[in-house]
Antibody, heavy 119, light 111 residues
Framework: EVQLVQSGAEVKKPGESLKISCKGS????????IAWVRQMPGKGLEWMGI????????RYSPSFQGQVTISADKSINTAYLQWSSLKASDTGMYYC????????????WGQGTLVTVSS | QSALTQPASVSGSPGQSITISCTGT?????????VSWYQQHPGKAPKLMIF???NRPSGVSNRFSGSKSGNTASLTISGLQAEDEADYYC???????????FGGGTKLTVL
């Protein structure tokens, strides 16, 4: 059974850094892309970027390029999304999802990680 | 890079059929058969309902179907049920950057 398990909710202050995680199991983690998707409160889904754990090939949506960093550690089947300096506008739910092809939408999704940035 | 265009809301009565559209351009929806649809209930993660325009993953009800004409993809739900009330999102490959882009989402209300 394919499973993506994300790290727990976070409450941070503006300017702080953060790294959230997504651990995959039940499939070949190395050879499937992992995508990150943002959902701001009451808003729609926004595709942020993807990483191919086998070689760490990473691609970002133009809207998120330079705003976040996506990484992965294939030795522990885990992908990461990180911020170096959070803003209040980063508040939202962040989903990781398996994307078996870089040009197709995700098929399996994690449960989401709620990030709250507030002073 | 603009999101694909979906109606903000649609509604229907139990037993009826509804269709949700997803309009893009020849660079995305119209140029490729890589359109997927997701259902999202409040507080839940999205669930894949249709992939590659018209294919259903195992376990998805055959009341859900997908199609495409020109630059517009469509999701049709037949025999509406109360449990279908949710938000629906389309996603498509876009050749503008060889990645994917979501639609803005559609809220389905079952009357």
């Amino acid at each position: 059974e394919v499973q993506l398990v994300q790290s727990g909710a976070e409450v941070k202050k503006p300017g702080e850094s953060l790294k959230i995680s997504c651990k995959g199991s039940g499939y070949s983690f190395d050879t499937n892309w992992i995508a990150w998707v943002r959902q701001m409160p009451g808003k729609g889904l926004e595709w942020m970027g993807i990483i191919y754990p086998e070689d760490s090939d990473t691609r970002y949506s133009p809207s998120f390029q330079g705003q976040v960093t996506i990484s992965a550690d294939k030795s522990i089947n885990t992908a990461y999304l990180q911020w170096s300096s959070l803003k209040a506008s980063d508040t939202g739910m962040y989903y990781c999802a398996r994307q078996y092809d870089s040009g197709r939408g995700p098929d399996y999704w994690g449960q989401g990680t709620l990030v709250t940035v507030s002073s | 890079q603009s999101a694909l265009t979906q109606p903000a809301s649609v509604s229907g009565s139990p037993g009826q059929s509804i269709t949700i559209s997803c309009t893009g351009t020849s660079s995305d929806v119209g140029g490729h058969n890589f359109v997927s649809w997701y259902q999202q209930h409040p507080g839940k993660a999205p669930k894949l309902m249709i992939f590659d325009v018209s294919n259903r993953p195992s376990g998805v009800s055959n009341r859900f179907s997908g199609s495409k004409s020109g630059n517009t993809a469509s999701l049709t739900i037949s025999g509406l049920q109360a449990e279908d009330e949710a938000d629906y999102y389309c996603i498509s490959y876009t050749s503008s950057n060889s990645l994917v882009i979501f639609g803005g989402g559609t809220k389905l209300t079952v009357l």
